[in-house]
C-alpha cells in the first residue's frame, strides 16, 4: 500500500438533504494519481447508545421495529446527538426519555467509525451502572418501543444466537460484558 494514502477531494456535491440526512457524491484524487469519479457518502450526526445496569444487574435492552429490515429488534438506548449537545448529555437525555432510567455512574466506553466506508459518523457508547427507573418513557414523536430487563445469561445467549441484530452495538455490549467481568477472554 503505497504509504501516502490520503485522497484530494477534486469536488463535491451534495445529491439529497432532508432534516438530518444528506448524501453527497465526491470526485477524489488517489495518491498515484487515479480518479474516483463518483464516491458516495452519506452524513448523518453522530449519536450514542448506553448499556443500562440496573443495581440488580440486569441490562436494560428495547426492543424497537426497524423498518429498512422489517423486524422488531432489541437494541440499546440512544439516539442522534443534537447540535451543540456533547454526547454524554445525550446518552442521559436518551436513556431517560426510552426508558425512565438514570444513573449517576455513567462512562465513555467506546467511541468507534459507524461505517468509515459511507459516513464520517460517530456512534459513542457508555456504560451505566447501579441504574434506577426514576419517570415514566418520554419519547420521540415517531417512537414505540418496549423495555426489555435481561440478566446476565440471557444477554449472553442473545449475543451467541445472533439476537442482537444491530451490528454497531454488538462490540460495545462485548467490551461492557469485559469491563464488567460478566465475561473473560
Known sequence: MNKNYNWKQLSSKTVFE???FKTKVDVCQLPDGRIFDSYFTVEVPDWCNTIII???E??????QYRYPINKI???L?????EQN???MQAALREMQEETGYTSN????ISTVAANPALQSTTAYFYLATNAVKTQKQNFDEFEELTIELVDKTTIKELLTNNALQHGVQVGAIYQALLKLGWINW
Open 58 to 63: 440486569k441490562i436494560v435492552l428495547i426492543k
Open 85 to 87: 449537545e456533547n454526547p
Open 54 to 56: 440496573t443495581e440488580d
Open 105 to 108: 455512574n455513567i462512562e465513555l
Open 73 to 75: 429488534i432489541y437494541e
Open 18 to 20: 432532508q432534516s438530518w
Open 77 to 81: 438506548p440512544g439516539g442522534l446527538i
